[in-house]
């Protein structure tokens, strides 16, 4: 069965210094998809990235970094250097190829405050 | 600007009233989708739709309805069998539902409360 987790409830950091949020997943396919969203205090959730079971190929976008292992089945998110504007609810999801569609679980979140 | 907007912001609902949420998107998208988010707790799929008149349950559709008549909308009604409503709602929309690659585009969500 999927399953996604995100054992940080919350997390709080000083402006400037470099956090990681972790996320663990279940699945039993060899194809699946994995992304990150941004849920801002607005409310509406940000996609921030894709990643698909074969490329295990680490990303960097500006600050934000993602470390995909398959061997530990994890899909972590590092924000480097934070910011007060990334203070949000972040959230790790699971889509699998085998599933017929459209079934995406979400993990549980993980809040981050970054403070000045 | 393309998105999402669900309305209203704000929802109260009186026991035994069936109330509705919007959901409008202008993006072309075939396939939408409805999500509860409680505190605390990840977003759980009640109802989502890959094509116009066509919709399929969720993990919690119990309580709920929608409809899709337009590609463009796709409303939620809350029920009064739905007996624990208070909760932030938020709608989606993928390029297409046959894909599971596709990002997912989420409006800014309707709070529902009870009185």
């Known amino acids: 069965a999927q399953k996604v987790t995100q054992a940080q409830t919350e997390i709080s950091v000083v402006e400037k210094e470099d956090v990681t949020l972790d996320c663990v997943y279940e699945t039993r396919d060899t194809t699946y998809y994995l992304f990150w969203y941004k849920q801002p205090p607005s409310g509406e959730l940000v996609f921030l990235i894709r990643?698909?079971?074969?490329?295990?190929q680490n990303e960097i976008s500006g600050r934000y970094s993602w470390n995909f292992q398959k061997s530990t089945s994890s899909f972590n998110f590092t924000i480097t250097a934070s910011q007060v504007v990334d203070s949000a609810v972040y959230f790790c999801?699971?889509?699998?190829?085998?599933?017929?569609?459209?079934?995406?679980?979400f993990g549980a979140g993980t809040r981050l405050f970054v403070k000045a | 600007d393309g998105g999402i907007t669900q309305s209203p912001k704000y929802l109260f609902r009186k026991e035994g009233q069936n109330v509705t949420l919007s959901c409008e998107q202008n993006l072309n998208h075939d396939a939408m989708y409805w999500y509860r988010q409680d505190p605390g707790q990840g977003l759980r799929l009640i109802y989502y739709?890959?094509?116009?008149?066509?919709?399929q349950k969720g993990d919690i559709a119990e309580g709920y309805s929608v409809s899709r008549e337009k590609k463009e909308s796709f409303p939620l009604t809350v029920t009064s069998a739905q007996k624990n409503p208070t909760a932030f709602y938020l709608c989606?929309?993928?390029?297409?539902?046959?894909?599971?690659?596709?990002?997912?585009?989420f409006g800014d969500g309707t709070r529902l409360s009870i009185l």
């Open positions: 989606a929309s993928s390029l297409t539902g046959t894909v599971v690659n596709q990002p997912q585009h």
């Open positions: 999801a699971l889509s699998e190829d085998g599933t017929g569609g459209f079934k995406t679980i």
């Open positions: 739709s890959q094509i116009v008149n066509d919709f």
């Open positions: 990643r698909n079971s074969f490329d295990e």
